[in-house]
């Protein structure tokens, strides 16, 4: 079974590349903006961006290898995620107090503080409490340090 796996991964990911013809160019390009959408906290569509930056530069004249794009953008898989995350998040931080917005960082207090309150409320105004301290809180800084 471990073979027939391994043949069907070869013959259908790893022979592709090996064969292609695909010009220097594109290829660089394909890894470029694999790489760019890859580090973007858009985890869930960062393969649909790639398939339309894909189709809009291919309307423009401008072509990339999406093969090598799509497989740059898998490198924010599960287990490589928190790391980016953290790292968006700190440099969100560091950004945002560079501007004179004087943010703090999210501890473990805080943190502990939005549960138990969330808790205490209703349903949807828990929820809703606990969505905006994820919005405010550390979404836009994580959005703000991943560009």
Known sequence: MIKVIYRFIRQQVIVP????HAPVKEV???TSIGLFWSLTPLVGIQMYLGVLT????GLIGIRF??????????ITNPITLPFFYYI???TGISAYNSLGWNMSSVNFARISEVVH???SLGFYEGLKYWSL???NDMGAPMFLGSF
């Open 28 to 30: 660089c390009l394909g």
């Open 65 to 74: 290898y999406m093969p090598i794009a799509i497989a740059m953008i898998w």
């Open 17 to 20: 590349f090996q064969n292609s």
């Open 88 to 90: 968006f998040y700190i």
């Open 54 to 57: 894909w189709v809009f530069l």
């Open 117 to 119: 309150h969330s808790g």
């Open 133 to 135: 301290f994820l919005i």
